[in-house]
């Protein structure tokens, strides 16, 4: 699976507390994504990265920020978590043919 | 703004009927891609079409892209249990990103 690992693999946390989930990748691939899944929703993005220091806001970035200080990880943090926030964040990388492979997902539950 | 419908939301069928989720978007795409999900797990890349009309097999799948690129369909003939799972399209949207469809997700009663 491209060599991509998430951590924690799962988090309970109180509203109010920050959070960062963090997506490491082996292969050295440009573009990487966090996205979150939600019952009725599929999967959204949150952020997107590029490249080291350069990332972009997806459709669903409101209360979420990243970082990407280095090309194998890509973190996510949750400022001040919310109840809305409790999902599933996957952290995706893009193939060489703009295919994207998963990590095995982060269950966050904000109580 | 651009979006990617995905229809049914939900699918149960008898082990061994067919099976089709279709995927509608409201542009043109330049490709479409599938992923499946099972319970539990994470979306696996299935398969990228790209040409107008193209259709594409693997083993008892069936993946289509429609003439105008705004569509594709997905068929699975005679279900498995091994099936199960949610199956989703992609399409991409400006800025390297991409919009995900709902999904469908497929029961297969043994």
């Known amino acids: 699976d491209a060599g991509i690992t998430q951590s924690p693999r799962h988090k309970v946390t109180e509203t109010g507390t920050p959070v960062t989930l963090r997506c490491h990748q082996t292969?050295?691939?440009?573009?990487m994504y966090w996205y979150r899944q939600d019952p009725g929703h599929g999967l959204r993005l949150i952020h997107y990265?590029?490249?080291?220091?350069?990332?972009d806001k997806g459709e669903v970035s409101d209360g979420y920020s990243v970082s990407r200080s280095k090309t194998e990880d890509f973190l996510l943090t949750l400022e001040s978590a919310t109840s809305s926030q409790t999902s599933v964040y996957f952290c995706?990388?893009?193939?060489?043919?703009?295919?994207?492979?998963f990590g095995p997902g982060t269950r966050l539950t904000v109580l | 703004g651009q979006q990617v419908m995905q229809i049914p939301q939900y699918q149960h069928v008898q082990e061994g009927e067919d099976f089709t989720t279709y995927c509608n978007s409201s542009?043109?795409?330049?490709?479409i891609q599938w992923y499946k999900q099972r319970p539990g797990g994470h979306p696996v890349f299935l398969i990228q079409l790209v040409k107008s009309g193209e259709v594409k097999k693997q083993k008892r799948l069936t993946f289509q892209f429609g003439e105008a690129k705004k569509n594709s369909s997905l068929h699975i003939t005679a279900t498995q249990t091994t099936d199960v799972g949610t199956y989703f399209c992609a399409g991409p949207k400006t800025g390297n990103q991409f919009y995900f469809g709902t999904g469908t997700s497929l029961t297969v009663i043994p």
């Open positions: 990265s590029y490249g080291v220091k350069d990332t």
């Open positions: 542009t043109t795409l330049s490709n």
């Open positions: 292969e050295n691939h440009r573009y």
């Open positions: 995706a990388i893009r193939g060489l043919y703009n295919e994207q492979f």
